[in-house]
């Protein structure tokens, strides 16, 4: 099963979700992000807060769509880029309305992130219930 999150520039919200996928997947679930239109970096507003729960994501880049292994997905989910992603094939799509925390303070950057945490963690349960 493989899941992607996808946001515009894939620097806050889509890093943190595959960071957070990466935390919660059992294995044989392909976690994975990209964006519409890629900023070349991460936010390290979304690294720190990503550290301050043990998960270290200094590692992680800003991918664009081309740079997703090639076939279909199980479940693309958007976080803001909406139907900037039309060509990614998926056979089910969800749309989160996640505001976009790059601009907010730092705790209201971490309330963010404890969302997007439940509702990947929420996703991940519903996918894997049935295994």
């Known amino acids: 099963m493989r899941i992607v999150f996808l946001c515009v ?5 889509s890093q943190m979700a595959e960071a957070f ?4 997947a059992p294995p044989g679930l392909e976690i994975y992000s990209a964006g519409s239109k890629p ?7 979304a690294v720190e807060a990503m550290n301050e729960l043990g998960y270290d994501a200094s590692g992680h880049r800003s991918k664009g769509l081309d740079d997703l292994p090639a076939g279909e997905f ?3 989910v958007t976080m803001g880029c909406g139907d900037s992603c039309p060509n990614l094939k998926a056979r089910k799509r969800i749309d989160w309305q996640i505001p976009d925390p790059k601009l907010l303070s730092a705790d ?7 969302l997007i945490g439940r509702m ?3 996703l991940i349960a519903e996918c894997t219930s049935g295994r």
């Open 120 to 122: 990947v963690q929420a």
């Open 108 to 114: 209201d950057y971490r309330e963010v992130r404890n």
């Open 74 to 76: 199980d479940v693309a």
């Open 21 to 24: 996928g990466h935390m919660y």
């Open 9 to 13: 520039e894939n620097s806050n919200r």
């Open 39 to 45: 900023s070349g970096r991460v936010n390290p507003k």
